[in-house]
């Protein structure tokens, strides 16, 4: 059952009208949607029609001039961070090529990493790429104060706020396999960010793992449609109420598949509200640092157990 994507969908959320209005009673609804969502899967698609079709036709535009970039040029992109510069040319995973925009949300960061990329200048490709990332993290922030309010800890979200979240935005390209090529575009993985929101062209390939270890395709496009997934630091700080859900991407056609991942990463301590620790739920995390997890997961991962984060700040 492995190697095939099973027909179930993953839930849909709307982020859309009075859904996105605190204090109606359909935001208290969507808020318990997103919550059960990420408890059972640890992902949803939601619907955000604040990226309209001309900002999605713009935005993937760019990318295929991104990366038609030579090599020398893309291998610039660099960072301390492992994954978070440029990546290609991988043995095991051949078909994969990306690129980290550190804080993308801002001018500043999308004016440093367009002067990179071309020095004489690229306003289209800094202001479509900011201007996505904005409206992104927007969601991520509306997610995260949904979940924190259905959980009665709204006290906690100024720890988790925009000021307090650091965010990559990661471009990626998967070219369709060859005769000789494994179709594995990227390998089964669970996420260190809190948050990820991925977005995709028309070209599938998301596969995400279910509880019971059966794999569900994320089969449909819309400028809309995005999905929203818990990573590891939001486990670990809901205390493993809510799920990180392992997954991949599968390439079965013969066409590029260009996606973007907004990954949130908390700037300060991540402890564990204790309105989510009783006798069903005793304490199961130490307080940590999001970002160091990451580089955790980074290092020596070979010896690493399957749950790093448990390895990195598990009771």
């Given at each position: 059952m492995d190697s095939e994507t099973l027909s179930a969908k993953l839930p849909t959320v709307e982020f859309t009208g009075e859904n996105l209005e605190p204090g109606k009673s359909s935001w208290f609804a969507t808020c318990h949607k997103v919550r059960r969502a990420l408890e059972e899967y640890g992902c949803f698609v939601a619907v955000y029609d604040r990226v309209d079709l001309e900002l999605d036709e713009a935005i993937f535009g760019e990318l295929e001039e991104l990366f038609d970039l030579p090599t020398e040029t893309k291998v610039q992109n660099t960072s301390d961070v492992p994954y978070f510069g440029y990546v290609g040319q991988l043995p095991d995973i051949p078909l994969y090529e990306s690129m980290g925009i550190s804080d993308p949300q801002t001018l500043q960061g999308t004016q440093?990493?367009?002067?990179?990329?071309?020095?004489?200048?690229?306003?289209?490709?800094?202001?479509?790429?900011?201007?996505?990332?904005?409206?992104?993290?927007?969601l991520e922030q509306t997610v995260k104060?949904?979940?924190?309010?259905s959980y009665g800890v709204e006290k906690?979200?100024?720890?988790?706020?925009?000021?307090s979240t650091s965010y990559l935005l990661k471009a990626t390209k998967y070219k369709a396999p060859t005769m000789n090529e494994m179709d594995i575009g990227l390998t089964s993985h669970t996420d260190k960010s809190f948050i990820t929101i991925l977005h995709q062209n028309q070209v599938n390939g998301l596969e995400v793992k279910s509880k019971n270890g059966e794999w569900i395709g994320f089969e449909e496009y819309l400028p809309s449609s995005f999905v929203v997934m818990a990573g590891d630091a939001f486990m670990a700080w809901s205390n493993n109420r809510i799920h990180s859900p392992s997954h991949?991407?599968?390439?079965?056609?013969?066409?590029?598949?260009?996606?973007?991942?907004?990954?949130?990463?908390?700037?300060g301590t991540i402890r564990i509200p204790q309105e989510l620790v009783d006798e069903q739920h005793p304490l199961q995390f130490h307080p940590f640092d999001n970002l160091g997890l990451l580089l955790y997961s980074y290092a020596d991962v070979y010896t690493r157990s399957e749950s790093c984060v448990k390895d990195y700040c598990g009771i």
């Open positions: 440093t990493f367009t002067k990179l990329m071309w020095p004489a200048g690229n306003d289209k490709f800094c202001e479509t790429i900011c201007s996505y990332s904005k409206l992104v993290s927007q104060r949904m979940v924190f309010e906690c979200f100024e720890n988790h706020d925009i000021g991949r991407v599968v390439m079965r056609g013969d066409k590029t598949r260009y996606s973007l991942g907004l990954f949130s990463i908390n700037k």
